[in-house]
């Protein structure tokens, strides 16, 4: 597909006049994956300047656009770092780690591991948490070094702009290879989350794309990108297509092999809150979570 410019325009505003029934969700998606050329040449900032005369096109294939992370200082601090530049920090958390402290004040979480390994070399150094994964889940996450930062990546994950792929260990076989989990969900004062219906007035909308893998021995490895954020999504997910996570034994597992819920945040895909850039983050999954 391919579009003349006419009047000057941002390259999101051109995106829009071209697919009118598309959310910017979307749109931004096909700057990441490298699907948009302006006069020829792939481009990836949606607030790009066009000239009158300019050519659009929009190509078929994606080519995913991946940061590579830069080399890393020793650091004492026991935390795997993906990337650092002077507005992120990108980490792989591991699992039985708390993301951010509760009301019990625990001194050991991956926030307060973030904020000692900036300190290591900046002693007044900070970071924000952006968004969290539960202490059984391992993976990607990202935090921010500036309050402009975060509320940038928050804005994005509000806006579901944010694209988070997740790998699921579960137990049997979803009955089809594909598809989607479309429900609301509610969490009581304990944390405890259910389902309800569209219509509960404290139901949050949960969405959940998923794809079996691989199937090996009563056991599938599934890929799931999330649209939404709910607490305990993807383990709600799974529990209702009959295929629990493994090691979920909350949500109907019936094994637990590995000491842990099967579940790892395998990559993140947004803009960069300073370069405007499309920027991929992506952490191996361990090796327990081979089938082969």
């Known amino acids: 597909m ?37 006069d020829g040449q792939t481009e990836h ?16 294939r994606p080519t995913a656009l991946v940061q590579t992370p830069p080399p890393v200082k020793p650091n004492p601090v026991d935390l795997d770092v ?22 019990r004040l625990e001194m050991d979480t991956l926030h307060s591991r973030c904020v000692d390994y900036l300190r290591f070399t900046e002693s007044k150094a900070w970071c924000y948490i952006v968004h969290r994964l539960d202490k059984e889940t391992s993976g990607a996450m990202v935090l921010a070094k500036t309050k402009p930062a975060k509320e940038d990546l928050q804005s994005q994950f509000a806006d579901r702009e944010v694209h988070r792929i997740y790998l699921a260990l579960v ?10 989990v479309h429900s609301y969900l509610t969490e009581d004062k304990f944390l405890n989350v259910k389902a309800v219906n569209s219509k509960h007035p404290k139901g949050k909308e949960a969405i959940s794309h998923y794809r079996v893998l691989d199937t090996i021995d009563e056991l599938s490895l599934v890929e799931v990108t999330i649209e939404t954020g709910r607490r305990h999504q993807i383990r709600m997910a799974m529990q ?17 092999p590995h000491k842990r819920v099967m579940l790892h ?6 803009i960069h809150p300073s370069s405007d850039d499309p920027v991929r983050f992506e952490a191996p999954p361990p090796s327990m979570f081979r089938l082969t």
């Not at 900032?45 to 078929?60: F, N, P, S």
């Not at 209702?240 to 637990?256: I, Q, R």
């Open 45 to 60: 900032r949606a607030k790009t300047q066009l000239e009158a005369g300019t050519t659009v096109m929009i190509l078929d």
């Open 2 to 38: 391919k579009q003349m410019i006419t009047q000057p325009c941002t390259l999101l505003d051109c995106l829009i006049q071209m697919f009118p029934n598309s959310s910017k969700s979307n749109l931004r998606k096909m700057l990441t994956q490298g699907r948009i050329t302006v």
């Open 171 to 180: 137990e049997g076989a979803p009955s089809t290879d594909s598809g989607t």
């Open 240 to 256: 209702y297509l009959k295929s629990p996570v493994v090691g979920d034994e909350l949500h109907g597992a019936m094994s637990n």
């Open 82 to 103: 993906i990337f650092e530049d002077e507005t992120l920090l990108v980490v792989n958390k591991p699992a039985h780690l708390l993301s951010v402290a509760t009301d």
């Open 265 to 270: 945040a395998s990559a993140l895909e947004f």
